[in-house]
């Protein structure tokens, strides 16, 4: 079993920066896939980037040049780095933990409100 606890959003202007940090804990295993999802109100959840093992990163096209993702294994930790909020951005952000061949595993979400 893994947890992911998500954190790190909170209200912003548009313009604003936010990092968003999951935490993965519990069995963790070597060659797994992470990423972000994210789900407005009224809105399906959709993919906001993917972090492979192997480091192949994809962003939607949506959060192309202002938005990152990356991961630190040794803490078990995946981080989203977001630039240029718009407020397009607010949803509730989800971080997925895939252990390839199985289900994903999911965060509880953080709220993220780009907002002036």
């Known amino acids: 079993q893994v947890q992911l606890v998500e954190s790190g959003g909170t209200l912003v202007q548009p313009g604003g920066s936010l990092r968003l940090s999951c935490v993965a804990s519990?069995?963790?295993?070597?060659?797994?896939?992470m990423g972000w999802y994210r789900q407005a109100p009224g809105k399906e959840r959709e993919v906001v980037a993917r972090l492979t093992t192997q480091r192949i990163t994809t962003l939607a096209d949506s959060v192309k040049g202002r938005f990152t993702i990356s991961r630190d294994d040794a803490k078990n930790t995946l981080y989203l780095q977001m630039n240029s909020l718009k407020p397009e951005d607010t949803a509730v952000y989800y971080c997925?933990?895939?252990?390839?061949?199985?289900?994903?595993?999911w965060g509880q979400g953080t709220q993220v409100t780009v907002s002036s």
């Open positions: 997925y933990y895939l252990v390839i061949g199985t289900l994903p595993y």
């Open positions: 519990g069995r963790i295993f070597s060659n797994v896939d």
